[in-house]
């Protein structure tokens, strides 16, 4: 069983606040990765960390940022949320560039 | 055009059917290649990574044709278990990131 946790599980929070998401990992693991998923889509990969003080942009356009300051956790963050950011958030984690390891996501609705 | 492309479903089995689920995609430089699994509302987990030679994982048999650039998953003696969304998943040599599909949602029936 993987070892990934990401909180809060379920968040819902009005426009024009701030949040956080939390993604930790307690394999070792140095690639980490931040997915957005509609319901019925397709996931999304919108950030991408290959070790500490490293992180890229993924394929999806994202007003979120991350930061990857030690090896085990990558936090996301919206610095103003809006409607349009209502999602599923999904952190991954690997060993290599192949099997990725999920955490439960985080279910984010802003009204 | 999506990088990987699947049928949405439903499919609708009773137990102890047979059934596959194809998936096509369009980056011939895809190298590596996954079916991962998604419960209703939950993260998606590996199901099996999938070889140029084909491969079997008890009920689960995987197949790659590279010339037609599709993927195939096979699942036999389907159980109610099985029930559940099956994302099909490319990834080329040079690139980090996976390329998932919408999945296929499968449905066992009594």
């Known amino acids: 069983e993987a070892d990934i946790y990401q909180t809060p599980r379920y968040l819902v929070i009005g426009t024009g606040k701030k949040i956080t998401l939390e993604c930790s990992q307690t394999m070792g693991h140095d690639k980490m990765y931040w997915y957005q998923q509609d319901p019925g889509m397709e996931l999304h990969l919108i950030h991408y960390s290959y070790g500490v003080n490293s992180t890229e942009k993924g394929d999806l356009s994202s007003e979120s940022t991350v930061s990857r300051i030690r090896t085990e956790h990558f936090p996301l963050t919206l610095e103003s949320a809006r409607p349009s950011h209502t999602s599923q958030y999904l952190c991954?984690?690997?060993?290599?560039?192949?099997?990725?390891?999920f955490g439960p996501g985080t279910r984010l609705t802003v009204l | 055009r999506k990088e990987v492309e699947q049928d949405p479903g439903p499919f609708n089995v009773p137990e102890g059917a047979t059934v596959a689920f194809n998936c096509t995609y369009s980056?011939?430089?895809?190298?590596?290649f996954f079916w991962y699994r998604q419960d209703c509302r939950k993260e998606p987990k590996l199901l099996m990574s999938v070889y140029s030679s084909g491969n079997e994982d008890g009920r689960f048999t995987a197949q790659l044709n590279r010339a037609s650039q599709y993927i195939s998953l096979l699942i036999r003696d389907s159980k109610l278990s099985d029930s559940a969304t099956y994302l099909c998943?490319?990834?080329?040599?040079?690139?980090?990131?996976?390329?998932f599909g919408k999945g296929t949602s499968l449905l066992v029936t009594p």
């Open positions: 980056n011939s430089a895809s190298q590596s």
């Open positions: 991954a984690s690997s060993v290599n560039y192949n099997e990725q390891f």
């Open positions: 998943v490319a990834r080329s040599n040079s690139g980090y990131a996976l390329n």
